[in-house]
C-alpha cells in the first residue's frame, strides 16, 4: 500500500509556484512519487477514499525536496578515523540531506582510477543512510583512467590547481594549466561527450611564497596572509581562459571564498566571447563566518581557501540571486583528527601553519545559511535555499530526472524542518566521526526534524536512525541517466 506524508507548509520545488502549500504527497512501496495532492480537500478526498499503509503528518513543520550536496569529503577506506560513510551519511541525514557526492581525494587509495571507485562502492554499501555518488580525480598521469572513470559512473571529474595538505599531497597532486588542457583533449577523444563535468579546487600558486610570521603560528592572522585573493583570482583566470577553448564542456570552481572572483566568471559567461559553461559554488562558512571572529588557536577554522574578512561577504551574498555568478552553496565537509587539526595538547596544539585545512560543516549547512542569512536581513527564501542546496545540485551533477523535486515520478526524497526553531551547536549534537566544528557553541535558527529517503525515515530527531539503506548512485554518461546500485 502506498503511504501519504502531510504538511501545512510544503514546498514542491517542480516550478509550478514558489509559495508554500497544504497538502500530502503520495509514495508508493518503490519510493517513488506517485500524487502530489495541492490542497486540503484533495487530501480529504483522498483518505476518505484510500486506505493508506502508513500516514506521517508533520504538521506546522516545512517539508521539501531533499537536499544534495555535491561537495563532500568521506575519507573511506583509509582514513576511517577522519570520517568514514556511516559517520557522514548519518550526519547528512541529520542536516536534511538525501544525496551527497563524495570527492577523490582524501581517501586511500583516492579515485583516481576505476579500481580506487569500485573500493569506494564496496566500501560504502551497506553503510550508507543517504544515498551517495562519486567524484573522479584527475591528477598528473591518470589520463588513461579518466573516460573509465567517466564510463564506470562518477559524476564528473575534480582536481586541484594547488598541491593538497599532507598526507594526501601525494596521492593527490596538483595539475598545472599544461595538464589540464592536455587531460581535456584527451577526454574529447576518448570520451566524446561533452556534458562530462570537470570540477576544479581554484587555488594557484604564488609566484613567490609568502613567508609567515613563525612567532605567531596560532594567530588566524598568520595563516590568512600566507593565502591571499590573489591565489583565487589567478586560479580563476585560469578556468576562463579553459572554458572559452573547450565550450562544450562543463567547467565547475568548487568552494570558492573570494569574492573578487565572482565578475571574472560573471564577464566569463557574458562579456566578449561568452562562454555559459562556467560555474561555481560557494560554502555555508564563507557566507557565515569571518576572518575577524576567529579566535587563537581555533584550527578548526582553517580551511583552503580560507575564511576571508567579513567585507568579503557581501559579494558572494550578491552572486546568490538567480542567474548569479554563484550556482549553488555545497559543505566542502573535510573533517580530520584532532590531531590533525592541531587541536590536541603539546606544542603543536593551536598552530594554524601546520593543521589540517577542512571544516566540519555538513550536518550544520542548512542552519548555518538560513541563520546568516536572517541575521544579515537577507530576502533569502525558502525557495533560494531550494535552489542554491537542492535544485542545482541535481542539475550540475545530472540527477535531476530523479530528485531535486516534489513531483510524479521523482525519488520521495524530503527534508522536514522548523524555520523558525533554534538550537545551541554542541558536540553531543554531532554525528561526525570528530566533533570539532566552528560553530560550536553557536545559536542556530533551522532545526531538522526528520528526512527521508524514498520514503524511508532515514533521520528522526529525538528518535534516531533507521537502517543504512542509501544506496550507491552510478550516472550513465551521455543520457544522464542515474542507475542504482542496491547498498
Partial sequence: MDLLFLSRRIFLGDGSQNSLIHGGIIVDTEGIIRKVLRSPQEVNTYLYNTESESVYDFGDLVL????????????????????????????????????????????????????????KTS???GKIYVDVGFWGGLIPGNGDQLAPLLNAGVIGLQCTLYGSAPPVAQEFPAVNEAQLEEALVRLEKDHDEGEALIAVHAELPLPTEIPFDEEAPRAYGTFLATRPHEMETS????????ARRHPRRCIHILNASSGRCVPLVEECRRGEGATGNLSMDTCPHYLSLASEEVPECGT?????????ERSNQDALWAALKVGGAIRLIGSDHSPATPGARALTCGRGRGNFMKAWPGINSLQLSLPAIWTAAN??????TIADVHRLMCQEPANLCGLSASKGRIAEGFDADFCVWSPEEEFTVGPELLFTATKATPYTGRRLRGVVH?????GLHVYQQFEGFGQPLGKVVLRRSGRKLVKFVSA
Fill in 64 to 119: 521539501m525536496p531533499g537536499l544534495i550536496d555535491p561537495n563532500v569529503h568521506i575519507n573511506e577506506p583509509g582514513r576511517k578515523d577522519w570520517e568514514g560513510f556511516a559517520a557522514a551519511t548519518k550526519a547528512a541525514a541529520a542536516g536534511g540531506f538525501t544525496t551527497i557526492i563524495d570527492r577523490p581525494t582524501n581517501a586511500a587509495p583516492p579515485t583516481v582510477s576505476v579500481a580506487g571507485l569500485k573500493a
Fill in 123 to 125: 566500501t560504502a554499501r
Fill in 235 to 242: 586560479a580563476t583566470q585560469l578556468l576562463c581562459r579553459v
Fill in 300 to 308: 578548526e577554522f582553517k580551511t583552503w581557501p580560507p575564511i576571508r
Fill in 375 to 380: 541575521q544579515r536581513g537577507s530576502a533569502l
Fill in 450 to 454: 526528520a528526512t527521508v529517503v524514498r
